[in-house]
């Protein structure tokens, strides 16, 4: 296949991450390397809504120093800012898609390179569509990003491994602050996690170095109210301080999430539901039902901004995986998502390849069967032997007056 030569063009979007800005700087390093193909790297502001309106940043001028990089890397949230702009179907919109086009030709892109998730790959798809049409020739590539680790197709996502190293730190934190008194009390931690559980399980990994939460409850399994009360009776019975972790996706028997009613049925621009208030409507249930001392507590965006907490794999990986789009567009790679592919055996490593950005977009990815007790609230050791090798090793981070410092376009 012929070298493309000419501009590339890197944005962010969807909810940020502590490892989202290490992807960021795999593809400005990647771009780099390449300056003989690759010309300029422009970074939209704001995902698609940057790039429709044309609010770019040069990062090659803007990069210059090691120190750049590494402070970009250990920064959480999305440098370039993020945006929830659903792009319509090319048949519905064209304008916006002949606008994009109009941008390229203007600017010279031949490479588009969109760091996201689930809906992010939609664009990817939509776009990589639109422009198989077009005579102007552009790889478009998609890299993976979300805490929510439901993307198809990768093994992980960048971003997971640290939101589950927060997870895991902070729930062994609550479990010895629990554990000091001697009356009855039930305290419910509510994770992330709409429609995936994956978060939820990185609760159960302080069992490996001592006690873990007694339940751990994810969207994949039905949530039985009933049950749910026996089991901290049962709890409560052989200790007084009971600790529950909970997705806030659960759902009831007829399909109903748990917290439904908590946000007057309000949906954000994809048309989902906004979910918060799972643990309180449980707290609230449990107060009433068992007469015991209840709280709960909402670990909330510190779970993808605790960039002080971050994991060591996941920054390398995630600054790996960036690089990596760049090496496979300019090898040809259009339409794709990067993906992570363990290894067999130990020690845990991955390849990085890519995969079908259609075989992505839209799709969710759950936690299997064999992650997941037969009584549907508690984690298999199946499932914690997939999780450790994502939270190891801890990510450099520089202090400045006490506090993290971080990067700033």
């Excluded at 063009?9 to 502590?18: D, E, H, K, L, R």
């Excluded at 970009?72 to 304008?95: D, H, V, Y």
Aim: net charge negative.
């Amino acid at each position: 296949m012929a070298v493309l030569y000419g501009n590339a063009i890197v944005g962010q979007s969807g909810g940020p991450t502590a490892a989202i800005n290490a992807t960021l700087s795999g593809v400005i390093r990647g771009a780099m390397e390449a300056k003989d193909i690759i010309g300029t790297l422009y970074g939209m502001r704001n995902g698609m809504e940057g790039l429709l309106a044309e609010n770019f940043i040069d990062l090659t001028a803007r990069m210059q120093t090691e120190e750049d990089f590494t402070s970009l890397e250990a920064t959480p949230s999305a440098a370039l800012g993020s945006c929830r702009l659903k792009l319509p179907s090319p048949e519905k919109e064209r304008a916006i898609y002949e606008k994009v086009l109009s941008v390229f030709q203007k600017y010279n892109i031949r490479y588009f390179f969109y760091i996201g998730g689930n809906d992010s790959m939609d664009a990817v798809a939509k776009l990589s569509a639109f422009f198989q049409e077009k005579s102007y020739e552009v790889r478009i590539i998609g890299v993976p990003k979300t805490i929510d680790n439901d993307l198809a197709g990768t093994d992980h996502s960048p971003g997971f491994g640290s939101a589950a190293k927060y997870i895991a730190t902070t729930m062994k934190e609550i479990l010895c602050d629990c554990a000091v008194y001697t009356i009855p009390a039930v305290t419910i931690v509510e994770i992330m996690g709409r429609d995936a559980g994956w978060l939820a399980t990185a609760a159960a990994l302080p069992s490996l170095t001592g006690i873990g939460p007694d339940y751990i409850y994810l969207p994949e399994r039905a949530f039985s109210i009933p049950a749910f009360l026996e089991s901290l009776r049962r709890a409560l019975a052989l200790h007084p301080n009971v600790v529950v972790a909970i997705s806030e996706g659960i759902r009831v028997e007829d399909g109903r999430y748990v917290s439904e009613g908590q946000q007057n049925g309000m949906l954000d621009a994809f048309g989902h539901k906004y979910l918060s208030g799972a643990g309180k409507t449980l707290e609230m249930l449990v107060k009433q039902e068992l007469k015991c001392k209840v709280r709960s507590i909402e670990l909330n965006l510190p779970q993808r901004c605790a960039s002080h907490l971050s994991s060591e794999t996941d920054i390398k990986e995630s600054v790996l995986i960036g690089k990596a789009a760049v090496k496979h567009a300019i090898e040809g790679s259009y339409g794709k998502m990067m993906a992570f592919l363990r290894q067999k055996g130990e020690p845990y490593s991955v390849d990085i390849a890519p995969i079908p950005v259609e075989e992505v977009a839209n799709a969710v990815r759950h936690v299997p069967d064999t992650y997941i007790n037969k009584e549907g609230n508690g984690v298999t050791k199946e499932c914690l032997d997939y999780l450790m090798p994502l939270i190891q090793g801890e990510a450099p981070c520089v202090y400045e007056c006490g506090m993290p410092k971080h990067f700033v376009f």
